[in-house]
């Protein structure tokens, strides 16, 4: 029965002067996840709103699902949107609606109206009050309730009229490309793609970098994390996935380094080397899974130790979240049957029995002085050899 969607979003309409930025970035986005759906859309904006019209026959579901995976959309309102009617074609209209979709509701609900266009004849309470009695008149089921009704049915007097009564939520935060695009480390595990997920959804493209360490860690657990950029990609858009052998530089701290400073050690050369991809690519900063004291390179001091490398922002939205809660975003962004896949992280084949949970920066800058023969060239070899996945 609809062939429009009214997309309702959120904090882009308190940004001033700059809203038709935000409005045409949420437009391309929209346009660009609706190309793989069935279906011909045409995606407009009108006076505050967005709509998403089909033209002839589309898949409904579809639609809304990738509607759903477009940050900045807080509301997808399947709406019906008419030409503009005297009241005697509105109520038929509306009572038409109200049929198809609530026959044998038994529900309370109120009607609002907005009236935008200034010159149709009634003013929206009296359009409100009029379709109002007429809806308890017909149907049995429905009774008034104008505090808290379980129904609201929404009338928009524009130079077209709209009717709708559905809200599906949308993920919120803001429309992609309007913040600038970050360099996320992401590893197989569960935290990572979240973090992605959750920068990305204020607005923030998205690249990616991944350390392998053949032979200790297979091809498997590589394509585990191309199958995680490939999930979080349905929202963030394309991703570059850079994959960086990291087997040299980790055996070589092995071999030089306190076994149980090898950890921070080498997040510390993990961190160097997304930075320097970040800058080479235009990404203004980095995206991490960690939260803290969730692992012994996760205390304050680790984070800590970690951050003394790097120079542009780390953002860590995880940083203060329970697993549990980080559990229940995998979820519904659906990573986590991938993220538990039991394949092998390069941290773990060579993490020692007692790491230092309590590292001091100077101690460890001084650690890092026995790499200093060689350390460099292999950073260098490392990002030469950089294989680029992109991820669509
Ligand atoms: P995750 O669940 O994201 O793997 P984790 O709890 O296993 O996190 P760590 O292994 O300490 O935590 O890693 C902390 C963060 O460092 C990760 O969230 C990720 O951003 C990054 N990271 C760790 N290992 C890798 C890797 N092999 N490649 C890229 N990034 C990594
Ligand atoms: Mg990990």
């Given at each position: 029965m609809f062939h429009a969607f009214l997309v309702k979003y959120g904090e882009i309409?308190?940004?001033?002067?700059?809203?038709?930025?935000?409005?045409?970035?949420?437009?391309?986005?929209?346009?660009?996840?609706?190309?793989?759906?069935?279906?011909?859309?045409?995606v407009t904006k009108d006076q505050g709103r967005v709509y998403v019209e089909a033209e002839g026959a589309?898949?409904?579901?579809?639609?809304?699902?990738?509607?759903?995976?477009?940050?900045?959309v807080v509301g997808i309102c399947p709406v019906v949107k008419i030409p503009n009617q005297d009241y005697d074609g509105l109520l038929t209209e509306v009572l038409s609606y109200m049929h198809r979709m609530y026959e044998h509701t038994t529900k309370t609900f109120k009607v609002h109206t907005r009236r935008v266009n200034k010159k149709y004849p009634m003013t929206s309470m009296e359009v409100s009050a009029?379709?109002?009695?007429?809806?308890?008149?017909?149907?049995e089921g429905l009774t008034v309730d104008v505090h808290e009704p379980e129904l609201l049915l929404h009338i928009e007097l524009r130079n077209y009229i709209c009717i709708y009564s559905e809200v599906i939520p949308g993920p919120g935060g803001m429309p992609l490309g309007t913040n600038g695009r970050s360099m996320l480390l992401l590893s197989g595990g569960i935290d990572s793609p979240v973090a992605g997920y959750m920068v990305s959804r204020r607005g923030v493209g998205i690249d990616a970098v991944?350390?392998?360490?053949?032979?200790?860690?297979?091809?498997?657990?590589?394509?585990?994390?191309?199958?995680?950029?490939?999930?979080?990609?349905?929202?963030?858009?394309?991703?570059?996935?850079?994959?960086?052998?990291?087997?040299?530089?980790?055996?070589?701290?092995?071999?030089q380094c306190p076994h149980d400073e090898l950890t921070i050690l080498m997040r510390r050369y993990m961190m160097r080397i997304a930075e320097r991809i970040a800058k080479d690519t235009g990404c203004l900063a980095l995206i991490t899974g960690e939260s803290i004291g969730q692992v012994a390179s996760?205390?304050?001091?680790?984070?800590?130790?970690?951050?003394?490398?790097?120079?542009?922002?780390?953002?860590r939205p995880l940083i203060a979240f329970d697993k549990e809660d980080i559990v229940t975003i995998a979820k519904k962004i659906d990573t986590y049957e991938t993220s538990i896949l039991p394949y092998e992280d390069c941290c773990t084949t060579f993490v020692a029995k007692h790491?230092?949970?309590?590292?001091?920066?100077?101690?460890?800058?001084?650690?890092?002085?026995?790499?200093?023969?060689?350390?460099?060239?292999?950073?260098?070899k490392a990002l030469a050899e950089d294989e680029v996945i992109e991820i669509r």
């Open positions: 309409g308190v940004k001033g002067k700059n809203r038709y930025v935000f409005e045409d970035a949420l437009i391309a986005r929209i346009k660009q996840v609706l190309r793989p759906v069935e279906g011909d859309f045409l589309f898949d409904y579901d579809e639609t809304v699902a990738a509607l759903q995976r477009v940050f900045g009029a379709i109002g009695a007429k809806i308890v008149e017909e149907f991944y350390f392998h360490a053949p032979p200790y860690t297979s091809e498997r657990a590589k394509q585990k994390v191309v199958d995680l950029a490939a999930k979080i990609a349905r929202y963030t858009g394309t991703i570059h996935l850079h994959v960086i052998n990291f087997t040299d530089i980790q055996m070589y701290i092995y071999d996760q205390t304050v001091q680790s984070l800590a130790a970690t951050n003394d490398v790097c120079t542009l922002p780390v953002f790491p230092v949970t309590k590292p001091r920066v100077d101690v460890i800058r001084r650690s890092e002085q026995a790499l200093m023969a060689q350390i460099d060239e292999m950073v260098e």
